[in-house]
């Protein structure tokens, strides 16, 4: 059976998962929902330092229950917050990567809903409007209220949620109507030559992190992951830094942490194998490694 979402966004989607946790409740799938990919989570009260890759697709995230303070920050930039409660949404079409942090309101479920908008849906919306899609873009938005977005999004949440088979004309009717009206109000015309930088369209990050995940025990290699994106070693690095705001290296270095990590809270292994499970030697090089990214020993993260 061909897969119901396409691969570009489908892994867009994918990739952003690993980076906020959280339980997903419902996942877009089939043909009503070719042009998007949508899902609902139920998010942790809690997030700290979150590290959100630049992204392709226009995104909206759509707040369904629950009140938070929300932060964010440029990787360089100082902390920015808004309070929001449900009906509030943010809308980007990141060009960088950047840093989110929340804590939600205790006692109450914080959901949200998130919406990647298909390019081919945008452009028919654009041409509707008289509009070059080569010379629009969606304006980030932080916390904005709009009732409108709401009553499109709602409708949306309610087929995504639903027992039955979502209806594909009624949630294309929804889905257009929703990329007319965000490009009428939250669009700016980009002036010609305004090139952005080069960044991995998200199948190809889905693909690299893919591999780093399964093969963190190996050494590092660069030429691998270039191969795996068909680029040259520079461009890909290029790219990828453009993406997640760090180098290949360095970002492997995190996942292999992350992984100890893990292992530390969730197993009862000794030290040296788990330092050998994520690719490091000797206990004494790892225990220097998992310092320097968290600031504390292996030992006393156990501990925690």
């Not at 952003?16 to 990919?37: F, H, M, P, R, T």
């Not at 914080?110 to 873009?137: C, K, W």
């Not at 461009?235 to 180098?247: K, M, P």
């Not at 969730?266 to 320097?292: M, N």
């Amino acid at each position: 059976m061909p897969d119901p979402i396409p691969p570009s966004r489908r892994s867009a989607g994918h990739a952003l998962e690993q980076y906020i946790n959280g339980d997903k409740i419902v996942q877009s799938a089939g043909d009503a929902w070719k042009e998007v990919e949508a899902q609902i989570f139920r998010r942790a009260p809690f997030e700290e330092n979150v590290l959100v890759p630049a992204i392709a697709e226009p995104l909206l995230v759509w707040i369904i229950s629950g009140e938070a303070r929300v932060e964010e920050r440029e990787l360089n930039g100082g902390w920015r917050g808004t309070e929001v409660r449900a009906g509030a949404f943010y809308l980007t079409q990141a060009g960088a990567p950047y840093l989110l942090r929340w804590q939600a309101r205790a006692g109450v479920r914080f959901e949200v809903m998130h919406l990647y908008l298909g390019f081919e849906l945008i452009e028919r919306a654009a041409r509707s409007l008289g509009l070059n899609p080569a010379r629009v873009s969606m304006r980030d938005l932080s916390g904005a209220s709009d009732p409108l977005v709401s009553a499109l999004l709602s409708g949306l949440a309610d087929e995504l949620r639903a027992s039955h088979p979502a209806d594909s004309l009624f949630v294309r009717g929804l889905l257009d109507s929703l990329s007319i009206h965000l490009l009428r109000n939250y669009a700016d015309r980009q002036a010609a030559g305004g090139r952005k930088p080069a960044q991995l369209p998200a199948w190809k990050l889905r693909k690299v992190l893919e591999h780093m995940d399964a093969f963190l025990a190996e050494p590092f290699c660069l030429q691998r992951l270039a191969e795996i994106c068909a680029m040259s070693r520079f461009h890909f690095s290029r790219a990828f830094h453009n993406t997640l705001g760090q180098s290949p290296s360095r970002w492997f270095i995190h996942r292999r942490v992350e992984q100890a990590k893990q292992m530390l809270r969730e197993t009862d292994r000794q030290i040296i194998d788990i330092a050998l499970a994520v690719g490091y030697g000797s206990p004494g090089h790892f225990a220097q490694v998992f310092r320097r990214e968290t600031g504390i020993s292996p030992g006393e993260y156990r501990a925690m």
